[in-house]
Every structure is written in C-alpha cells, then in structure tokens.
C-alpha cells in the first residue's frame, strides 16, 4: 500500500506545537464542545468519540476532555460557536483551507485576511482550491520495535483502511471519513487486547499500549503535493504559523510538500 506522507510536516512542527500545547487543547476542547452540544454521550455520538480521539492523540487530560463536554451540556457557561471555513492563496500560488470556529464572524474573517496579506497570501473564494482536496480519515501510530511493518499492515487492512504509508518512525492509515470511526475503533481494540496479553513483571503494574495514536482525525488532504522555491518556503511556514496563532483557527491544511528539517 502507498500514498503521499505529510507525516515529515507534522515532525518539523512538533516542538513549535509542544510548546504551544495550552493553546492545541484550548482549541480541541472549542471543536468537543461543538461536537457535544446536542448530544453529549461519545458512546451515541460518533463524531463526539472521534474527536475525543483527536484530543487522546494529542495527550489532551481527561479533565479537559469533560470541562469541554460539560460546557456543551449547559453544565458550564461557554459561547457558542459557529464553523466557518476559508479557501486562499500562499506565497507562489499554494493552496491553503482554513478550518475556523468562531463567535465573532467579523472578526475572524477580518484576521485570517490579515494574515494572509501581511505573509504574501491573499483570500480567495469557495471552491477556489478545494477541488485539488479530499476529505479523508488520517490516522497516525508510533512505529516502534514491538509493532513491526507487517504486523500494523495487517491490522489496517483488517480494520477496512483505504492505505497505509510506511516511515520510519511512524504508520500513516488513510480511511474514508464513513469508516474512520470503525477503523480508529477497530486499532483501538486490537491495542487493548495486545495490552492484556502482554506479561507484566509486577503484580498490578500498568501496561502501556503497544498501538500508540500520534493522531486521529479526519481531515483534508491534498490529491497533489508542490515544492516551493527555497526563497519562498521560509514565508510559507511563517504564514502557517501566523495563521495556526490565531485563536479561532482549528486546522490549516495545504498542498505544499516542505523539505524536512535537518
């Protein structure tokens, strides 16, 4: 199985997202409670379980997992918010989508605009780049000595996943967003029945899970990857983090393939 891998992008991220880890659950925590307003029960909410996934992914704690369902359920005062998404442009014509959440239309628009100007980006209109995206489950594991090639292979094509890409450090499970839920359950399943079968040399001792979600969501990933000029890919990641700084910013998916980090 093969595909496109944007696993590398997410690394040169990591440690800008470890230090702005408050702000990554402050943001989860927005996207649960919209999940659970009307029905704040994962175990009948699909999609409420799925970001619950997301948010485990991330290493969200459980407290702010229910403080985010409790504000939904009424429980907790919280605003209500209101999912706007924005198509534009990069430096040298990339394609960016911009997933917001937000109580403020005005104020949104009038900030993803900004920052877009100010990084040689502009705002562009519905259906200007997102015919070159798909909306896809992308499910991302660990690889680590004990959960070799072919053993996750195997339980990925058993859960019903459409691909799974192989990098060194890490298994990427693409799904259709219809089956996203069943194979993120299915893998999750298998890590709890590897957990109880796996010898512990103390009497009580916790077993850590041998499947490990790095992340879990579905989301939009481009059909076509470009490469930027050199000059250019340094502005392009400015503009990124710009926009991902702004508070009602959820996700920022784009088609560009940055190089990886030395």
Not at 158 to 181: H, K, L, N
């Amino acid at each position: 199985m093969s595909g496109h891998s944007k696993w590398h992008n997410i690394q040169a991220k990591k440690g800008k997202a470890d230090a702005a880890r408050g702000r990554i659950f402050t943001k989860i925590g927005r996207e649960i409670a919209v999940a659970a307003k009307q029905n704040p029960n994962p175990e009948t909410n699909s999609k409420l379980a799925d970001i619950i996934a997301k948010a485990k992914a991330a290493n969200m704690p459980n407290d702010n997992i229910q403080r985010s369902i409790k504000k939904a359920s009424g429980e907790m005062s919280g605003a209500d918010y209101k999912e706007l998404v924005y198509e534009g442009y990069g430096p040298a014509g990339s394609a960016l989508i911009i997933n917001t959440l937000t109580d403020n239309v005005n104020r949104t628009s009038g900030d993803v605009r900004s920052v877009l100007g100010k990084h040689g980006g502009s705002m562009g209109s519905q259906g200007c780049v997102s015919y070159n995206f798909e909306n896809k489950g992308y499910i991302v594991i660990e690889r680590t000595v004990e959960l070799d090639e072919d053993t996750m292979t195997e339980i990925a094509l058993e859960a019903g996943a459409d691909d799974i890409v192989v990098s060194d450090d890490a298994y990427e499970i693409y799904t259709s967003p219809e089956t996203f839920s069943d194979v993120r359950k299915y893998i999750e399943s298998k890590n709890a029945e590897m957990v109880a079968n796996a010898p512990k040399t103390r009497r009580n001792e916790e077993v850590e899970d041998k499947i490990k979600f790095l992340e879990a969501e579905v989301a939009m990933i481009a059909n076509s990857k470009i490469a930027l000029p050199d000059d250019k890919v340094e502005t392009f990641e400015n503009l990124i983090d710009a926009l991902e700084e702004l508070d009602d910013v959820q996700n920022v998916y784009h088609n560009v393939d940055l190089p990886d980090e030395e």
